[in-house]
């Protein structure tokens, strides 16, 4: 393997790690919501909440970071990178910096350190954009991926402002999570997924590269519309208003123009046999549920008056987090199989369809379970404890759900830390 490819390898297998430790924190932390909860003795729950949200911000940022080096170094002919040593300085301090985040969520005594940590992420993911913006040629994938993690670094970057007042810091965060999760990371997701189209089918590449243009900026046209509803909520004027109402149609209709054309590489498929078209499939699925569904939902009028706050909100935000992540994990199954030159898949289907089953069922019980608070604390008056006690089923599910995206993501690495290519290391 040359260093680049390395890098991108080690961005990647990093995405797999912290995506399993996130599930294990993220079980940890749904187990609050049970009458009984089994940790409680034994972990500090207003952290591991926290903990959680951020090793999957990080798995999330990892794999689209290892996706995108990866995708741009294939597309040259000696599968290198022009800067090596600034994407190894850029690994480097990403991998530093997220030990770093995670010591700081954990670590009360620490938490004034999370702006700094948070600088240095934003520095090591730009050294890695750079250096994918340096490399001839930059491919019409290449630069939706560099616009949608270049929006997802501002976001970021806009987080660590902190207005003196409390109404616009609201705003503020609100815009910088939307840039996040609505715009930055679904664009870069999808290039990444458009890219692995043309390795799991026989759509040309002339196409992928034309109509990633149209679909990543119907994504970034409904990400836009996704941002709204926090930002009327927060007394946006009316303009915002009728245009958070517009978005109940432009979210699901952009999103679907994106499957229909996404539907050509699943329906044309060539003769690879790495499971890169499954988690692609994956991804999109996700995509139409939380982003595209519970988008348009709450893009209603007064909906997301009435849902703020609830696990409906939740369940929309995890699953915009989730897609980056089936995604890198396509990305992860494709490099494996390609750098050890064997047509064959990496991490078999049993983790596909435990984490499958998992995401989608834990979202269903999730929104479930929104729909049902909303209506009976917001509409019907019952109070939080009762209501609480009334959606034990669905929490439980949702618990369920959530140890089999673990169970998945652990076999899952075991399999792809196991095949490994390693004899081809230098």
């Not at 836009?224 to 699901?252: E, K, N, T, Y």
């Not at 089999?404 to 830390?417: E, H, K, P, R, S």
Request: aromatic share 8%; glycine share 10%.
């Amino acid at each position: 393997m040359t260093p680049s490819q390395k890098l991108a390898y080690g961005w990647l297998a990093l995405a797999v790690g912290l995506l399993a430790l996130h599930c294990a924190a993220a079980l940890a932390a749904a187990c609050q919501f049970l009458p009984d909860d089994p940790l409680a003795a034994l972990l500090p729950q207003h952290r591991i909440g926290g903990l959680a949200a951020a090793l999957l911000s990080l798995a999330a940022f990892s794999g689209l970071l290892g996706g995108g080096v990866y995708a741009a170094l294939r597309s040259r002919a000696n599968d290198r990178l022009p800067d090596e040593g600034r994407l190894r300085l850029s690994f480097g301090l990403w991998t530093l910096a997220a030990l770093a985040a995670l010591l700081t969520e954990w670590g009360g005594a620490l938490s004034p350190l999370r702006p700094a940590v948070a600088s240095v992420q934003i520095i090591a993911a730009g050294l890695a954009l750079l250096t994918v913006a340096h490399a001839a040629p930059v491919t019409p994938l290449a630069q939706v991926w560099l616009v949608g993690m270049a929006t997802a670094l501002l976001g970021r970057l806009l987080t660590l402002v902190v207005p003196s007042d409390p109404l616009a810091e609201r705003a503020l965060r609100a815009l910088a999570l939307g840039l996040v999760d609505s715009i930055g990371a679904p664009l870069a997701a999808v290039a990444l997924a458009f890219w692995l189209m043309h390795r799991f089918s026989r759509a040309p590449l002339g196409w992928v590269q034309q109509t990633v243009y149209a679909a990543g900026g119907l994504v970034a046209l409904a990400g836009a519309f996704a941002s709204l509803p926090p930002l009327v909520l927060l007394g946006a004027p009316d303009w915002a208003r009728a245009a958070s109402s517009l978005g109940a149609l432009v979210i699901p209709a952009s999103y679907l123009v994106v499957a229909a054309h996404m539907y050509r590489a699943f329906s044309d498929r060539n003769a690879t046999y790495t499971l890169a078209a499954h988690w692609c499939a994956l991804g999109l699925l996700l995509l139409l549920i939380g982003p595209g569904l519970l988008g348009a939902l709450q893009a209603l009028p007064g909906v997301y008056v009435a849902t703020a706050g609830t696990y409906l909100t939740r369940a929309q935000t995890s699953l915009a987090r989730l897609v980056p992540l089936a995604i890198s994990l396509g990305i992860a199954n494709q490099a494996a199989a390609e750098l050890r030159g064997r047509n064959w898949r990496v991490t078999g289907l049993i983790p596909f369809w435990l984490t499958s089953f998992g995401m989608v069922g834990g979202a269903l019980a999730l929104g479930a379970a929104g729909v049902a608070q909303t209506y009976l604390e917001r509409l019907a008056g019952v109070g939080y404890l009762e209501t609480q006690r009334l959606l034990t089923p669905l929490l439980a599910l949702w618990v369920f759900s959530l140890a089999l995206v673990g169970l998945g993501a652990a076999i899952y690495g075991l399999t792809f830390w196991r095949r490994r290519p390693v004899e081809r290391f230098s």
